[in-house]
C-alpha cells in the first residue's frame, strides 16, 4: 500500500473552509484515496473517496492532482464538530478477507470559534 | 437507519472474568470486523467475519474469540479477561463485491473496557 504524508496540525476558523492536504506520490493506478476521521472518544468515520476525479458528497470534497500525487480534504463550512483527527489512506477499492484498514497519525484540526 | 451499534459502551471487568460485546448492523454488510484502539499503537484488527456462519483470525486475535450467528450481528467474547485487554473495542463493517471487502468501513461509537 502506498505511503501516505500528512501535517501533524492545523487550525481553522469556524465558518471558514479547511483544506487538509496529503501527499501519496507513490500511489499506484488502481489505489483510491481514502478519507476518515476520528472525532474524540467516537469510532472512526468514512468521509469520501475517489481515484482520479475530484469528488463530493455531503460532508466534503476531495480534490485530487492530475498526477494523483496528493490530494486535499475540504470541509467547506468548519463548525466546531469538525474537530477531529483526519487520516487519509491509500488502498485499492476493493481488499481480501484481512481487509483491515490501517490508519497512520493523521491531522488533528482544530476548529477555533 | 442506526448503522453499526455497540453495546455496552463501558464496561469494568476484574480479571479472570468474563465477557461479550454485541455488535449490530442494519446496513445488509456481509463483511464485520472488530478492532482494538490503545494509545499509540492505532486499530488492530482482531477478528473478522466475511458472511454469517463464518469467523477468522485478526492480527490480535488471543484472549478473544467471536461467532457471527446471524448476518446482522458480530459478538466478541472474553473468556477470562486480563488487564492488558484494558482498551477501547471497535465493531465495523462493509459491503462486498465479487468476494472482496470495499474499503468503505462504517464504525460503531466503540465500547471501552477496562480491566482491573
Known amino acids: 500500500d502506498a505511503k501516505t504524508t500528512q501535517p501533524t496540525s492545523m487550525d481553522c476558523a469556524e465558518g471558514r473552509a479547511a483544506n487538509l492536504p496529503c501527499n501519496h506520490s507513490?500511489?499506484?493506478?488502481?489505489?483510491?484515496v481514502y478519507w476518515y476521521r476520528q472525532i474524540h472518544s467516537q469510532g472512526p468515520q468514512y468521509i469520501i473517496h475517489g481515484l482520479k476525479n475530484n469528488e463530493t458528497n455531503e460532508m466534503a470534497s476531495l480534490i485530487i492532482t492530475e498526477d494523483r500525487k496528493s490530494s486535499t480534504l475540504i470541509l467547506p463550512h468548519a463548525t466546531l464538530r469538525d474537530t477531529a483527527v483526519y487520516y487519509c489512506?491509500?488502498?485499492?477499492?476493493?481488499?481480501?478477507?484481512?481487509?483491515?484498514?490501517?490508519f497512520g497519525t493523521g491531522t488533528l484540526l482544530a476548529v477555533q470559534p | 437507519n442506526a448503522g453499526v451499534t455497540q453495546t455496552p459502551k463501558f464496561r469494568v471487568l476484574k480479571t479472570g472474568q468474563s465477557m461479550t460485546l454485541l455488535c449490530a448492523q442494519d446496513?445488509?454488510?456481509?463483511?464485520m470486523y472488530w478492532y482494538r484502539q490503545d494509545p499509540g499503537m492505532g486499530l488492530r484488527l482482531i477478528h473478522y467475519?466475511?458472511?454469517?456462519?463464518?469467523?477468522a483470525k485478526g492480527e490480535v486475535p488471543d484472549g478473544y474469540n467471536v461467532s457471527r450467528l446471524k448476518k446482522q450481528n458480530f459478538l466478541l467474547g472474553l473468556e477470562s479477561a486480563a488487564p492488558s485487554q484494558t482498551s477501547v473495542y471497535f465493531c465495523?463493517?462493509?459491503?462486498?463485491?465479487?468476494?472482496?471487502?470495499?474499503?468503505?468501513?462504517?464504525f460503531g461509537p466503540g465500547t471501552r473496557l477496562t480491566v482491573t
Open positions: 446496513m445488509n454488510h456481509e463483511y
Open positions: 465495523a463493517s462493509s459491503r462486498h463485491t465479487g468476494g472482496l471487502s470495499s474499503y468503505e468501513q462504517y
Open positions: 507513490t500511489i499506484s493506478g488502481n489505489e483510491y
Open positions: 467475519s466475511v458472511g454469517e456462519g463464518t469467523t
Open positions: 489512506i491509500v488502498r485499492v477499492k476493493y481488499g481480501g478477507a484481512t481487509n483491515k484498514l490501517i
